[in-house]
């Protein structure tokens, strides 16, 4: 495991990955799945793009674009008094003005991930009956910065599945975002940028059969990533 964990920075992309406290699970009902993301796309939809993840029992994984500070601006807005808002024609709704004091209003990155973390931590905790913390602290995040490590990182996502032999095929693992990538239905993932970044959706396909579930060891958690 890494030992220093970096700041959240804006513009940039990250491995995001968290896993249950002493090893517990997080996710105990199967409803936990779809109340997981959920609450993800509330709380990190916002403040990131999301382009891959992946649910697994006692931890998970997620390859997300921290957006550029110029483009929250609806976030500034809503945290401004209302008289000041952009659609009351103070603040430029184009972003071009300048921002710079209303730019302090806006929390920091890793502020929306404690957010999510502590709404899906409480939820959980009421469900069953159980107390403390649900996740391991801080949350685990590295900078991806070069669309090979990107790509890697996605098929790894992917692939961690079967890499801990819950199914023989991680095409049979519900709980990621291989399947809505390659299919037409209505998402929240950035489909058409990562399959961009592969090349095709063949391409995509053809990539994760051909690669054997990939090691991350040194990158990410190393006892139960």
């Known amino acids: 495991m890494p030992t220093d964990i970096p700041s959240l920075t804006y513009g940039t992309f990250f491995h995001i990955y968290n896993r249950g406290n002493n090893g517990e699970n997080i996710f105990i009902q199967e409803r936990n799945y ?10 990190i939809s916002p403040i990131a ?14 390859a997300v674009w921290i957006k550029n500070k110029e483009d929250l601006t609806g976030l500034i807005n ?8 952009a659609d009351k024609g103070v ?31 409480r939820s ?7 107390t403390g913390a649900l ?17 890697r990182l996605i ?9 801990h032999q819950f199914v023989t095929d991680f095409r049979d693992w519900n709980y990621s975002s291989y399947h809505d990538l390659v299919s037409n239905n209505p998402t929240r993932l950035q489909r058409e940028k990562v ?18 579930p990939l090691d991350l060891t040194g990158f990410i958690i190393e006892s139960d990533d």
């Open 34 to 43: 779809a109340y997981f993301m959920e609450l993800w796309w509330k709380h």
């Open 49 to 62: 793009e999301t382009w891959a993840y992946g649910l697994l029992r006692n931890h998970f994984h997620a």
């Open 78 to 85: 809503d945290s401004v008094n209302p008289d000041l808002r």
């Open 91 to 121: 603040i430029p709704s184009d972003s071009h003005g300048d921002l710079s004091g209303l730019k302090k209003k806006l929390k920091e990155p890793s502020q929306y991930f404690s957010n999510f973390f502590n709404a899906y931590s």
């Open 124 to 130: 959980v905790n009421i469900a069953v009956q159980r």
């Open 135 to 151: 996740f391991e602290r801080p949350f685990n995040r590295i900078p991806v910065d070069t669309e090979s490590y990107l790509m």
């Open 155 to 163: 098929v790894y996502i992917h692939q961690n599945p079967q890499k």
């Open 195 to 212: 399959l961009q970044l592969f090349g095709s959706c063949a391409d995509f396909i053809r990539i994760h059969q051909e690669i054997q």
